[in-house]
């Protein structure tokens, strides 16, 4: 009779003691740790090709993407930010510095940047010092701070004092721009951005370029150009001027003079 009562506890005993060391021996849930998960930006602009005709007083260029691959599992334990950079082509710009000579300005001091691009955007969701490092930002080039104007400008306060001016009057032309809150997303993925290239915007390929930071890191980045260039009446008199300056000078005086004898024939007195 006691044997009988007590096979049942025993038979509950081992059931409990087997489970106990199942779940000692079980191995732990996988720790997703940021930065681990694939995820991908996917960015794209509104158009390919800027035409400026004589009646061109600025576009503003749209810059939409997406955020491919996240990590769902974990939404508020990372937190992502864009940052969007148009660069247009590179050219030589001399800045020069005015100074009063017997009470006449003259131009004194110049300096002269080779590679000073001639078009630069960036735009962010938040400040771009509070999204990453000053080593990244420097590595990246990104922000106006860390452009490259191809003249070494560290420890000489005279040649910074002319890349700070060379960025006032470049941002005074619209020409350089930063924007901390430029890129807005739409959602959980979705972002989009509006970069203004003004009537004086110079012609050649641009390049854009899209950065995606988790956490402050790097997570992933994509490229893609932009064409800027003259149309219609606008590209036949560039090209005349730069590509046949001869013709073109020829073609200069030759309405000169049909618009001189216009006049002298519309005013004559007989």
């Known amino acids: 009779m006691r044997s009988a009562l007590l096979l049942p506890v025993l038979l509950g005993l081992a059931l409990l003691s087997g489970s106990a060391r199942a779940q000692d021996v079980a191995p732990p849930a996988p720790e997703l ?19 400026i005709q004589s009646n061109f007083s600025g576009v503003e260029i749209l810059i939409f993407g997406s955020i491919d691959f996240t990590d769902a599992r974990m939404p508020a334990q990372s937190k992502y930010d ?13 800045v020069r510095r005015k100074t009063r000579v017997a009470g006449i300005w003259v131009n004194g001091r110049s300096a002269t940047y080779p590679d000073a691009p001639s078009f630069y955007a960036v735009l ?16 990246l080039g990104i922000g106006l701070s860390e452009l490259n104007f191809g003249r070494e400008t560290a420890g000489s306060p005279q040649e910074q004092s002319f890349e700070s001016a060379l960025i ?19 959602g959980r993925s979705l972002f989009r951005a509006t970069v203004a290239l003004p009537a004086n915007v110079p012609t050649g390929r641009y390049r854009v370029e899209v950065y995606l930071f988790r956490d402050g890191e790097l997570a992933s ?4 150009s932009l064409e800027v260039d003259k149309a219609g009446m606008e590209a036949a008199i560039f090209n005349l001027a730069f590509h046949h300056p001869f013709f073109y000078g020829v073609l200069g005086i030759a309405i000169a003079v049909i618009a001189g004898l216009m006049g002298w024939f519309a005013f004559r007195k007989d």
């Open 82 to 94: 864009v940052i969007a950079l148009v660069r247009g082509p590179t050219d030589s710009i001399t």
């Open 33 to 51: 740790k940021p930065g681990t998960s694939q995820e991908r930006v996917q960015a794209d602009i509104s158009t390919r090709e800027v035409a």
């Open 124 to 139: 962010s969701t938040r400040p771009i010092r509070a999204i990453a490092s000053n080593e990244t930002l420097e590595e």
């Open 221 to 224: 980045k994509t490229k893609g």
């Open 168 to 186: 006032r009057l470049m941002e005074e032309k619209n020409l350089y721009t930063e924007n901390d809150s430029g890129v807005v997303f739409i």
